[in-house]
């Protein structure tokens, strides 16, 4: 039994705005972090399917480090949003429960992302909210590793995190 704590970069903060990176990785109380994937998405096909930009979000992304802003630029590996969507639904199938730092953030806008290209996101009762956990039990503290604001980063971070708390409250 495992979990997926999923964290993505993007060009706003409403459910539709332009997703640029996805991470996501496994994890449980018992055996700890586990693998992950990263996935960069094209910023084109989305913006031609409508999805939003918020220039105050660009604005605040010029004011990042060096590292954090390489999410920025386009090349030609990055993923049609569809194709990226269904790998990531794919590998997170097993999963019992998706976190993300705020169910209704990471979660909501990558459910949004799955509908608006044709893919069927995880059931919704699979939602979970890092953000509560942390908040609920911000006596066991974990120090951050890696780049701030690299979704694969922040989502390993997320789960150390959980597991830590899991396995200092007793929790699964």
Request: aromatic letters at 8%.
């Amino acid at each position: 039994m495992h979990h997926v704590m999923i964290d993505i970069e993007t060009l706003g903060l409403k459910e539709d705005c332009v997703v640029l990176s996805v991470g996501a990785v496994r994890f449980s109380a018992l055996n700890g972090v586990g693998d992950g994937v990263y996935l960069k998405l094209d910023v084109a096909d989305q913006v031609n399917k409508g999805r939003t930009i918020d220039y105050g979000t660009v604005e605040w992304w010029s004011k990042q480090g060096d590292q954090a802003r390489a999410v920025l630029s386009s090349d030609s590996s990055d993923l049609n949003p569809a194709n990226a969507m269904m790998l990531l639904v794919t590998w997170m199938d097993e999963a019992v429960g998706v976190w993300g730092n705020g169910s209704d953030f990471d979660n909501r806008i990558l459910t949004n992302l799955c509908e608006d290209f044709g893919v069927e996101p995880w059931k919704f009762w699979k939602n979970r909210c890092f953000r509560t956990l942390r908040a609920l039990h911000s006596d066991v503290v974990h120090e951050f590793e890696g780049t701030a604001h690299n979704a694969l980063d922040d989502a390993r971070n997320q789960a150390e995190h959980a597991v830590a708390i899991m396995r200092a409250k007793g929790l699964e």
